[in-house]
C-alpha cells in the first residue's frame, strides 16, 4: 500500500536575538533543537518509508519472477497433455476407437469380445485422463499468470512510490539541515560556561539485571553514556535519539526503523503502570523524541544537540505522548 508522506518545515519560529541571560539562551536552543529534532525525525521516517517501499519492490519481483516460471513450467505441461490428447481424438477418427456395440459386432467369439471391451475401456481411461492433466494443468497456468501479472503489478506501484519518495527525502534533507544549521549557529553563539551548563550531567549507570532482547537493549544503551548526540545519527559513536534506539534493539537482534515516527508504530501499547526495562517512551505532541525506559522511574536517551547519550528521570524530559514495547 502506498504511504503518503509531505514536507513538512515544521513550526515557524523567529530568528534568535544574542541572549541576554542563560535561561532565555536554554529557551532559544530548546526550541530550535526541538524544531531541528522533529524535521530529522520527519526526513528518517522518509527513509524508512523509502526502504519499505524498495522491499515490496523486491518481493514483488521476486514474486512476479517466480509466478512467471510456473506459468511458463505450467504451459510447457499444457502443450504435452494436449498433444495427446489431439493423438487420441485423431485415433478415433480413425477407427482405432470402437464403442461398445461395434466391438459386439465384429467379434468372433465371446473371448474376442471381451478382450475389445478392455482395450475399448483402457483407451476410454486414458483419454479420460488425459483430458484431466490438460485440464488441470490449464488452469496451473493461468492462475500462476494471474498471481505473476498482479506481483508485475504491485512492482510497478512499489517503484513509482519509492521514486516519488526519493524527492521527498532530498526536501526533507534540506529543511533538516537548515533547521540544524540554525541550532549549531545558536549553540555556537553561547559561552563556554553557558555550553556546559547545558550539557547537563553526565551519567554513570551500570548495566542492569535480567535476560531477553528488552534487557540487551537497555544495557547496550547503557553502554552508550557519553557518546555524542549527532542530528540523525545512528551509531555505533553518535546517536539522535531514535537512532540511539534502533542501534540498541539491533544489538539485541530486534530490528525496528530508524525513525520516531516509524517507532511510534511498532510493537504494541502499554501504560505506566505496566512499565517494563526496554519500553519506549515518546514525548511530545509529535512524538518526535524518545528514550528507553531502564527501570526506577529512569529512562536513557540522547537528548540534544550539546549533550551526550544519559540516564533521566523520565518525567525530566517532556509531556508523554505515548510508551510502546518492542518485545515480550
Given at each position: 500500500m502506498a504511504t503518503s508522506v509531505g514536507v513538512s518545515s515544521g513550526p515557524a519560529l523567529a530568528?534568535?536575538?544574542t541572549p541576554n541571560t542563560l535561561s532565555e539562551a536554554q529557551r532559544q536552543l530548546r526550541d530550535l533543537s526541538r524544531n531541528a529534532e522533529l524535521l530529522t525525525e520527519e526526513y528518517k521516517k522518509?527513509?524508512?518509508?523509502h526502504a519499505a517501499r524498495k522491499a515490496?519492490?523486491?518481493r514483488a519481483t521476486t514474486e512476479a519472477d517466480t509466478a512467471q516460471r510456473v506459468a511458463d513450467q505450467a504451459r510447457t505441461e499444457e502443450e504435452r497433455f494436449r498433444g495427446e490428447v489431439d493423438q487420441l481424438t485423431r485415433a478415433s477418427y480413425q477407427g482405432a476407437r470402437v464403442?461398445?456395440?461395434s466391438a459386439l459386432l465384429v467379434s468372433e467369439s465371446p473371448d474376442d469380445f471381451l478382450d475389445r471391451a478392455s482395450v475399448?475401456?483402457?483407451?476410454?481411461k486414458d483419454n479420460n485422463e488425459?483430458?484431466?492433466r490438460l485440464s488441470d494443468a490449464t488452469h496451473q497456468a493461468e492462475d500462476a499468470q494471474r498471481r505473476a501479472q498482479d506481483a508485475r503489478g504491485r512492482a510497478a506501484r512499489a517503484e513509482a512510490d519509492a521514486a516519488r519518495i526519493t524527492g521527498e527525502i532530498a526536501a526533507r534533507k534540506g529543511a533538516m539541515d537548515a533547521e540544524v544549521a540554525r541550532v549549531k549557529q545558536q549553540y555556537d553563539r553561547l559561552s563556554p560556561a553557558e555550553q556546559d551548563s547545558l550539557s547537563g550531567e553526565s551519567s554513570n549507570v551500570g548495566s542492569i539485571a535480567g535476560a531477553g532482547a528488552a534487557v540487551q537493549a537497555v544495557n547496550a544503551a547503557l553502554g552508550k553514556q557519553g557518546s555524542p548526540y549527532v542530528f540523525g545519527a545512528k551509531g555505533p559513536s553518535q546517536f539522535d535519539c531514535s537512532g540511539l534506539v534502533q542501534w540498541s534493539y539491533k544489538q539485541a537482534g530486534v530490528d525496528v526503523p530508524g525513525s520516531t515516527k516509524s517507532q511510534v508504530s511498532e510493537g504494541r501499547g502499554v501504560s505506566r503502570s505496566d512499565l517494563r526495562p526496554g519500553d519506549v517512551v515518546f514525548y511530545y505532541s509529535s512524538a518526535s523524541h524518545n528514550a528507553m525506559y531502564i527501570g526506577g522511574g529512569k529512562v536513557v536517551h540522547?537528548?540534544?544537540e550539546g549533550q551526550d547519550v544519559t540516564v533521566e528521570e523520565l518525567d525530566e524530559i517532556g509531556d508523554v505522548n505515548s510508551i510502546r514495547r518492542f518485545v515480550g
Open positions: 530568528q534568535p536575538g522518509a527513509q524508512d518509508d515490496d519492490l523486491d464403442n461398445q456395440l475399448i475401456e483402457v483407451l476410454a488425459a483430458i484431466s540522547a537528548p540534544t
